[in-house]
């Protein structure tokens, strides 16, 4: 059994430490994902397809994707003042 830190949307309530099965994890992590993807959903103003990831990155506060040399990395979030950046190594396949 895992155990789960609930808490309030604001985070300021206080963490209480509940014992989880492995059904009831996985249904919350679902129901997670389910309620990020909605409000992104929200947040686009239509639900037509394609969701580019440079859309996602946006609504992310995520101000722009460059590809550069990273040798071995993958990948990079770069954080800014005004934003972040995300670096993708230029060398591997997309």
Not at 9 to 34: C, G, W
């Amino acid at each position: 059994m895992g155990t789960n830190n609930l808490t309030d949307d604001n985070f300021t309530s206080q963490v209480v430490s509940v014992p989880l099965t492995l059904e009831q994890a996985t249904s919350l992590i679902i129901e997670r994902a389910r309620q990020l993807v909605n409000r992104l959903v929200e947040q686009r103003g239509h639900e037509t397809p394609p969701f580019l990831p440079e859309e996602f990155a946006r609504l992310q506060g995520i101000k722009r994707i460059e590809k550069a040399d990273l040798r071995g990395t993958s990948a990079v979030m770069l954080r800014f003042q005004d934003g972040y950046v995300i670096k993708v190594n230029q060398n591997q396949p997309s």
